[in-house]
């Protein structure tokens, strides 16, 4: 006689309600203990957290969902630019981790005096991120005056990891493939600006890699990328 054995994988979900206001006391609470973990300390001995309203002053808060139960508290930096990350585990709101995180601005910006403003924001099917004005130009063959307009294309402004608001900008770039490789044609312009705003607190700059996906669809498009960093602060290993 055999008998067999059915095994069911059963996945836990979170059920507890997540309590924004008890994240920032507890976060408080972290930041203002003499005995918070060593790296905390270390930290907080180069950047100040800037407060509002008595509480830490926060840019966002990733929020736990039903797989991941750690929630992520993006702190604002006095006369900087980059964050503070604080990973909280939101089952009993105990704080795990910390790590500055840069700033990200990516950008994909297009202009060509040979086109009207119609005729660029016409060439793609997707809605540009901002439209300026960038300057008044003389007409090679007529000779009159007109306006330099430009579009951009840019990746969300929340705090994230570079990956992710990389592939964000590039994904909404590949959505219209044949669109944008004619516009780069069409332009001349082809560079992806990444504005990287981090604290130097090991005395390093920052680096990124590039995923094969990421470099194909570059190659694809005819893009190129552009680096500008903007190291802040002061190294935590003097």
């Not at 840069?102 to 901002?130: A, G, H, M, T, W």
């Not at 008044?136 to 990891?161: C, M, N, Q, R």
Request: hydrophobic content about 35%.
């Amino acid at each position: 006689m055999k008998i067999f054995v059915i095994l069911k994988m059963v996945v836990m979900k979170n059920t507890y309600r997540f309590n924004k206001t008890k994240l920032l006391s507890v976060v408080k609470k972290s930041l203002e203990d003499p005995r918070m973990p060593h790296r905390l300390h270390l930290f907080l001995d180069v950047m100040e957290v800037e407060y509002e309203n008595d509480f830490p002053k926060f840019e966002a808060i990733k929020e736990p969902n039903s797989v991941n139960d750690t929630c992520c508290v993006y702190l604002n930096i006095k006369d900087s630019d980059f964050y503070l990350e604080m990973f909280v585990r939101a089952r009993d709101y105990k704080v795990l981790f910390c790590h500055p995180l840069p700033k990200f601005e990516i950008e994909y910006v297009c202009y060509n005096d040979r086109l009207s403003l119609r005729q660029i924001i016409e060439s793609v099917k997707i809605k540009p991120d901002e439209v300026n004005n960038l300057k008044i130009v003389k007409d090679k063959t007529t000779g009159k005056h007109k306006t330099l307009y430009a579009i951009s294309f840019t990746t969300y402004k929340a705090p994230d990891e570079f990956e992710h608001k990389f592939n964000y900008l590039l994904n909404k770039l590949w959505s219209d493939q044949l669109g944008f490789k004619s516009l780069v044609e069409q332009s001349g312009h082809n560079t992806i600006y990444i504005n990287t705003f981090f604290h130097v607190y090991n005395g390093e700059l920052e680096i990124h890699h590039f995923s094969h996906r990421q470099l194909l669809i570059l190659n694809q498009l005819g893009l190129t990328v552009k680096f500008r960093h903007y190291p802040q602060g002061d190294n935590i290993f003097p």
